[in-house]
C-alpha cells in the first residue's frame, strides 16, 4: 500500500519540477522527499522522473500515477483536517488578467493539500487579496512582492497562420494582420515600438480568453512568451526587429503571518 505522505511529495514533485521545492510545500526536507521518490519507484518497478540539473521530467508512468492519485490525495487530506477538527482557513487571492489560471493552479493544489482545511475565495480586486499572482508594476500598496521569473514578449498566432512557420517576426510583417487587444495592462500592445497601423480585432478580458481568440484565428496578439506552454493551438514568436521588453511576475502577499504562509509554501 503506497502511504498517503508519499503520494502527497510525489503530487508536489510532479507539480514544481523539483525535490526541494516539493520539501518546502510540504514542510519537510529534500532528503524525505528523495527518499520517498525512491521507494515508490522500487515498489512500482519503474522510474516516475527523469532527473537533471534543469528539474524533473515526469515520465509516463507518472502522468498516469498523477491523474489517478491528484483528487485522492487533496480528498484525503482535507478528510484528515476534519477528522483533526482542524479550524478552516479562507485564502484570498487574485490572478491578474494578464496572468494564465493554468499556471497558478497546480500550486493553489499544493496549498490545499498542504492545509486540509484551506478554502480559496477569488477576487477582482488585488489589494483586497491574501496573495495575489501578477507582475511587479501591479503590486498593490500594502503588499510585499515576491519575484519568480522574467518573462520576454512575443506574438500570438494561431498554428495555422499564415506566419506561423517563421522563426520569428519583424515588425513591417505585422501590417495586414489584425490585434486582439489587452487593454487590462499597462502598455500591453507595445505600440511604442512602432507598429505598423494595425486594425482591432477585438478587446479581449483576460489572457485566457485571448489565446482562445488567437487559437480562433481571430487575430494576432503581444504576449509573454511562456503563454505558448502547454499549448498546441497557438505559437508565440520572437520580434527581431525591436526589443520587445520583459515582465516580472511573481506573488505579492498581505503582510500578515497567514498570507506570508501561503506565499512562501508556493514558492
Known amino acids: 500500500m ?6 502527497r511529495y510525489f503530487t508536489s514533485a510532479f507539480e514544481t519540477g523539483t525535490f526541494s521545492q516539493a520539501a518546502r510545500a510540504n514542510g519537510v526536507s529534500q532528503p524525505t522527499v528523495s527518499a520517498a521518490i525512491q521507494k515508490l519507484e522500487e515498489k512500482l518497478r519503474a522510474p516516475l522522473f527523469q532527473r537533471s540539473k534543469s528539474g524533473l521530467t515526469p515520465t509516463p508512468l507518472a502522468r498516469r500515477l498523477y491523474h489517478d492519485a491528484e483528487r485522492s490525495v487533496t480528498h484525503l487530506s ?6 483533526r477538527a482542524e479550524p478552516q482557513k479562507t485564502a484570498r487571492v487574485h490572478c ?7 499556471s497558478i493552479a497546480p500550486g493553489l493544489s499544493s496549498l490545499r493539500r498542504s492545509f486540509g ?5 477569488f477576487t477582482d480586486i488585488p489589494q483586497d487579496s491574501d496573495i495575489a499572482f501578477l507582475s511587479d508594476t501591479c503590486v498593490p500598496q500594502g503588499h510585499d512582492f515576491i519575484p519568480l521569473a522574467d518573462e520576454p514578449f512575443g ?8 506566419l506561423a ?4 517576426l519583424r515588425l513591417a510583417e505585422l501590417g495586414d494582420h489584425a490585434m486582439i487587444h489587452r487593454p487590462y495592462c499597462p502598455n500591453a500592445d507595445r505600440m511604442e515600438l512602432g507598429f505598423p497601423q494595425i486594425s ?8 485566457t480568453q485571448l489565446l482562445d481568440l488567437v487559437a480562433a484565428g481571430l487575430g494576432i496578439a503581444f504576449v509573454p512568451q511562456s503563454h505558448s506552454k502547454g499549448r498546441d493551438d497557438i505559437i508565440v514568436l520572437p520580434l527581431l526587429d525591436a526589443d520587445a521588453g520583459t515582465r516580472k511576475v ?6 500578515s503571518a497567514f498570507a506570508k504562509e501561503l506565499a512562501e509554501r508556493l514558492i
Open 2 to 7: 503506497i502511504e498517503l505522505n508519499t503520494l
Open 78 to 83: 482535507s478528510l484528515e483536517a476534519r477528522l
Open 96 to 102: 491578474a488578467p494578464d496572468i494564465l489560471i493554468s
Open 117 to 121: 482545511a484551506l478554502i480559496f475565495s
Open 155 to 162: 506574438i500570438a498566432l494561431a498554428v495555422n497562420h499564415v
Open 165 to 168: 512557420d517563421r522563426a520569428g
Open 200 to 207: 482591432a480585432a477585438a478587446q479581449a478580458m483576460n489572457d
Open 250 to 255: 511573481g506573488i505579492s502577499h498581505r503582510k
